[in-house]
C-alpha cells in the first residue's frame, strides 16, 4: 500500500472516530468539556487536503458538523452555569439521597402548582354516541337471537370428543413420554442419533408432528441438541432423567428448518 | 355600563375555555384566545386573573422557549400556553386529592431536580438508580412510566429524560431548586 493511501485510511479512521465521539458525547449528555475541539480541529485540517472523492468530503463535513454540534453544548453548557437554575449535580444528587420522602414532599408542594382542569364531552363524541344508540338495535331484538341460541343440555362421551378432535387420545405430557422413551430407544448405545434421522417420517406432515415433539423434547430437559457447526450435522442426546436448565445455564433458541425440500433431501439421501 | 358586560362576557367565555379540557393536553394556546375573545384577550385574562386570586387560582403562562423574553410580545403570547393553576401549594394532606401516593411525589420531586440539576436531560437509568434509594425496585420503571404518561417527563430514543410540558406548567423550577439546597438533611 502507498504512503499516501495508508494516509488517507488513517484520516478516515481518525475522523471516523471523531463522529463517533462527538455522537456520543451528544447523546448520552458527557460533559462536553471532556472534547478537545482544538485538537480535533486540527486532525480535521491535517486530513483536508487529502480527500479527493466526494464520500471523503462527505467524511470530513460530517466531522465538522459534529465538532460544531459540541460547541454548541459547550455554549449551553456555560449559559446553564451562569443562570440561577445552576447547581452542582453531585451536591444535589447528596441532598436528595439524604432527604426523606416526607421532606422531599413538602419540598415539591411549595413549587408545585398543580392545574385545574375539568373533563368534559366534547361534540363529536356526543355524536359517535348518537350514532351508536342510533344504530344499536332494540332490546328485543337482540334478546331474540340469544335465544335462538339456545339449546338443550346433554351429554357427550370421551370418545365423541377425541373424535371430534377436541381431546387428544393421550394426553400431552404422556406423549411426550412416549416420544423421549422412542428417543432412548432408537439412540441405544451410540448416545446419540442423527436429528433428521429421528425426526424424519414417511409423510411430510409425519414429519412435522415429530420436530415438533422433538422441540418440546428438548426444551422441556428430556433431551439435548448439539450443533456439529463444521460437519452441519445435528444430533439429539436424551438424558436418563430430565433436566430442568432453566437459571442454571444460559439458554439459547436453535431455528431448525424442517421444510419441504429438507424433508425430501433426506428421504433421497436415505434411498441412496 | 356596556363596557363591564363586554368584559363579563368575556371573562365567562375564558373560564369555559380555560378550565375544560378540549384538547389531548390542558390549556389553551394564545391564538385561540385571540381567535374566541379577541385582540384584548391579554386584558380579559388579567381581570380574570385577578378574580381567581380570592380562590387561589392563577393563569399560568409557558412560554414556547425555555427562557422566555422579559416583556412577552403578542407573537410570544400567541404561541405560548395558558393554564389555571393553585396559586398556592398543597398541604401534604390535599396531595391525596391529585390521587398520587406520598413516595410517588416524592419520587416525581427527585426525578425534576435530578434533571433540572443535568441541565434538563439525564440519562433514564441514572434517575431510575436514585429513584431505587426511595422505592421499591418494583416500582421504579412503573413511577417513571407514570411520570412520563402524565407530561412530567420526556424520554427520548437514547433514553435521555427531559422535563416535559407538565413540569413546565406547574412546578417552579428555581423555587424547587433553592429549597432542596437549603434543606437541612
Known amino acids: 500500500m502507498s504512503s499516501k493511501k495508508r494516509k488517507k485510511k488513517f484520516g478516515e479512521e481518525h475522523l471516523q472516530r471523531i463522529i463517533d465521539l462527538c455522537r456520543s458525547v451528544e447523546e448520552r449528555g458527557l460533559d462536553p468539556f471532556m472534547v478537545d475541539v482544538d485538537d480535533l480541529i486540527e486532525v480535521v485540517r491535517e486530513y483536508f487536503s487529502e480527500w479527493e472523492v466526494p464520500e471523503e468530503f462527505c467524511l470530513d463535513a460530517e466531522a465538522v458538523h459534529q465538532l460544531a454540534s459540541v460547541i454548541k453544548l459547550q455554549s449551553d453548557w456555560v449559559r446553564h452555569r451562569s443562570t440561577s437554575l445552576y447547581t452542582d449535580p453531585f451536591l444535589l444528587e447528596e441532598k436528595i439521597r439524604r432527604s426523606g420522602n416526607e421532606e422531599l414532599v413538602n419540598i415539591f408542594l411549595k413549587a408545585w402548582r398543580p392545574i385545574v382542569e375539568l373533563e368534559q364531552i366534547s361534540p363529536g363524541s356526543i355524536a359517535e354516541a348518537v350514532k351508536y344508540w342510533q344504530d344499536l338495535l332494540p332490546l328485543r331484538e337482540r334478546w331474540l337471537k340469544t335465544d335462538s341460541l339456545k339449546m338443550d343440555s346433554g351429554t357427550v362421551t370421551r370418545e365423541e370428543l377425541i373424535q371430534r378432535k377436541i381431546l387428544a387420545e393421550t394426553v400431552f405430557s404422556e406423549e411426550l413420554k412416549m416420544f423421549w422413551e422412542e428417543l432412548k430407544q432408537k439412540v441405544g448405545a451410540e448416545d446419540k442419533i442423527r436429528y433428521w434421522d429421528f425426526v424424519g417420517a414417511e409423510t411430510y406432515a409425519e414429519t412435522l408432528r415429530r420436530a415438533y415433539m422433538a422441540s418440546f423434547l428438548v426444551t422441556y430437559g428430556y433431551a439435548t441438541l448439539e450443533l456439529h457447526r463444521l460437519e452441519e450435522e445435528m444430533f439429539l442426546r436424551p438424558f436418563e432423567e430430565p433436566k430442568s436448565l432453566v437459571g442454571k445455564e444460559q439458554l439459547v433458541s436453535i431455528p431448525v428448518s424442517v421444510s419441504f425440500e429438507e424433508w425430501n433431501r433426506w428421504r433421497e439421501g436415505r434411498q441412496d | ?185
Open chain 2, 1 to 185: 355600563m356596556k363596557r363591564k358586560s363586554y368584559y363579563a362576557r368575556k371573562i365567562k367565555r375564558a373560564v369555559h375555555l380555560l378550565f375544560y379540557r378540549r384538547h389531548k393536553q390542558p390549556g389553551v394556546k394564545g391564538w385561540e384566545l385571540k381567535k374566541k375573545l379577541g385582540s384584548d384577550y391579554p386584558r380579559v385574562l388579567d381581570i380574570l386573573d385577578n378574580y381567581l386570586e380570592k380562590l387561589d387560582l392563577k393563569i399560568n403562562t409557558v412560554f414556547e422557549e425555555e427562557h422566555p423574553v422579559e416583556k412577552p410580545g403578542l407573537e410570544e403570547l400567541s404561541k405560548a400556553r395558558f393554564y389555571v393553576t393553585l396559586r398556592g401549594g398543597l398541604t401534604p394532606k390535599e396531595t391525596k386529592l391529585c390521587g398520587w401516593r406520598i413516595d410517588d411525589i416524592a419520587g416525581l420531586a427527585m426525578s425534576i431536580s435530578y434533571v433540572i440539576s443535568k441541565k434538563g436531560k439525564a440519562p433514564r437509568e441514572e434517575v431510575e438508580d436514585l429513584l431505587r434509594n426511595k422505592l421499591p425496585g418494583w416500582r421504579v420503571d412503573i413511577n417513571m412510566n407514570r411520570y412520563i404518561r402524565s407530561g412530567y417527563l420526556a424520554e427520548d430514543d437514547n433514553k435521555q429524560v427531559y422535563l416535559d410540558w407538565r413540569t413546565r406548567a406547574e412546578v417552579d423550577q428555581n423555587v424547587l431548586v433553592d429549597l432542596l439546597m437549603g434543606a437541612e438533611s
